[in-house]
Nanobody, 120 residues
Framework: QVQLVESGGGLVQPGGSLRLSCAGS????????MGWYRQGSGKQRELVAG???????TYADSVKDRFTISRDNAKNTVYLQMNSLKPEDTAVYYC??????????????WGQGTQVTVSS
């Protein structure tokens, strides 16, 4: 059974913006920290941004000051606002529940993700 569903990806020009959404169940969003991860072609999956239940955030150095992660626990949704996008941001983006905010290890199997392509 799919636990989380990502949406909001698409094609955008360099310098543009996208907002990704990740929707799940109330049980997930009441229990866990959440993370956004990405995997570019031929690359390993990496943590992009994470947020605890209480709202403490962390970011990869490559996206800090450009991306913002947020969550709305009442809506059971986590967001990734991506600004000033660069071609190197092109990847499939995934969300997952996190059970350890030191290692950012994930709870569920990876879903389909949402494709972000930054190109002119």
């Amino acid at each position: 059974q799919v636990q989380l569903v990502e949406s909001g990806g698409g094609l955008v020009q360099p310098g543009g913006s996208l907002r990704l959404s990740c929707a799940g169940s109330r049980s997930i969003f009441s229990m866990y920290a959440m993370g956004w991860y990405r995997q570019g072609s031929g690359k390993q999956r990496e943590l992009v941004a994470g947020i605890t239940w209480g709202g403490t955030t962390t970011y990869a150095d490559s996206v800090k000051d450009r991306f913002t992660i947020s969550r709305d626990n009442a809506k059971n949704t986590v967001y990734l606002q991506m600004n000033s996008l660069k071609p190197e941001d092109t990847a499939v983006y995934y969300c997952n529940a996190v059970n350890n905010v030191h290692s950012w290890s994930t709870v569920y199997q990876w879903g389909q993700g949402t494709q972000v392509t930054v190109s002119s």
